[in-house]
């Protein structure tokens, strides 16, 4: 066998070794996600769903899904906060444009796009670990004011006063949610889509179960916050042993994107030479096909980290 028969086999065992992966990791995500949707549907009366019309974290003008990530970051999607990010994005690429062009223009939002997203995405990990962290010490003093005979709701107020930041910022939220309409539960249902995190949809279905069929909520919560306590020290245990392989496929990911933005704004005639012979532009455009499917597979086997 020749040496380029030896280079495409061996390019396929690896492919098809990451297909191998990525299809074991979504069907455990898949059974996972069942798992989550039999729970909800097993212990909730009404499944109380935030119709996006009716949505009272949605912002005029702007879709449902950055504004959760923002919030998810905790920066707060009005009008001054966004001005201040469009400025930001638009005005250097504006002084770039007028020396280099629109490739300039191209270039400059490129990087300044990747490191925006870097940014929020570096906040939005941070804010989530301290959430997680907070989460059973609350939960456990909801449970104690619970269990001496106060309501839940009056519980979760008087927690969420009692809550450290950032975790009393984030679930201030709900209170402002349920003095615009909405039940408890349902306002943790939605906090939990905008910051992605189980541990809210699991007290979600707790209050739930309380509010509409009544019972020792406290021991629920009390199990709930122990179990979070458990499993959050298996997770900074997986973290510790992933964290040299989610670093290198972040800076895998990104490296080639902002390599190319600094071209693009530093000496854009360096990719247009290439670009406009045939063959240089297939190269161009099958290593920007095969960027994104390592992006790709990256990110699904890295996802679960």
């Not at 069942?34 to 009404?46: F, M, S």
């Given at each position: 066998m020749s040496t380029f028969g030896l280079i495409l086999l061996g390019i396929g065992l690896v492919l098809m070794a990451a297909a191998v992966l990525i299809i074991d990791r979504g069907m455990r995500q898949a059974a996972s996600e069942?798992?989550?949707?039999?729970?909800?549907?097993?212990?909730?009366?009404?499944k109380k769903v935030v119709i996006e019309?009716?949505?009272?974290?949605?912002?005029?003008?702007?879709?449902?899904?950055?504004?959760?990530?923002?919030?998810?970051?905790?920066?707060?999607?009005?009008?001054?906060?966004?001005?201040?990010?469009?400025?930001?994005?638009?005005?250097?690429?504006?002084?770039?444009?007028?020396?280099?062009?629109?490739?300039?223009?191209?270039?400059?939002?490129?990087?300044?796009?990747m490191v925006a997203t870097l940014l929020v995405l570096s906040r939005q990990r941070a804010r989530k670990k301290k959430i997680i962290e907070q989460l059973?010490?609350?939960?456990?003093?909801?449970?104690?004011?619970?269990?001496?005979?106060?309501?839940?709701?009056?519980?979760?107020?008087?927690?969420?006063?009692?809550?450290?930041?950032?975790?009393?910022?984030?679930?201030?939220?709900?209170?402002?949610?349920?003095?615009?309409?909405?039940?408890?539960?349902?306002?943790?249902?939605?906090?939990a889509e905008v910051y992605k995190l189980t541990e809210f949809r699991l007290m979600s279905s707790i209050i739930s179960l309380a509010m509409n069929y009544g019972g020792k909520s406290d021991i629920l919560l009390g199990r709930l916050g122990q179990y979070l306590r458990d499993r959050?020290?298996?997770?900074?245990?997986?973290?510790?042993?992933?964290?040299?392989?989610?670093?290198?496929?972040?800076?895998?990911?990104?490296?080639?994107?902002?390599?190319?933005?600094?071209?693009?704004?530093?000496?854009?005639?360096?990719?247009l030479t290439m670009w406009r012979d045939t063959s240089g532009a297939g190269f161009l455009m099958a290593a920007g096909t095969l960027q994104l499917l390592g992006m790709y597979l990256m990110y699904r086997m890295v996802k679960n980290f």
């Open positions: 069942t798992a989550l949707d039999r729970l909800d549907h097993a212990i909730r009366h009404k019309e009716d949505d009272p974290l949605k912002k005029k003008f702007l879709p449902r899904w950055f504004t959760d990530t923002l919030m998810s970051a905790g920066i707060n999607p009005d009008e001054r906060t966004l001005g201040i990010i469009a400025a930001a994005l638009i005005l250097p690429a504006l002084l770039v444009a007028a020396t280099q062009g629109f490739l300039g223009l191209l270039g400059t939002l490129m990087m300044e796009v059973p010490s609350f939960i456990d003093g909801v449970s104690r004011i619970s269990g001496v005979g106060y309501s839940l709701n009056i519980a979760y107020n008087q927690g969420v006063e009692m809550a450290e930041q950032p975790l009393k910022e984030t679930l201030a939220v709900t209170i402002d949610m349920q003095q615009a309409g909405l039940e408890l539960d349902a306002a943790m249902a939605r906090l959050d020290q298996h997770y900074k245990e997986m973290l510790a042993m992933s964290s040299e392989a989610r670093m290198s496929a972040v800076i895998l990911a990104g490296l080639t994107p902002f390599v190319v933005g600094l071209m693009l704004v530093v000496n854009p005639e360096y990719l």
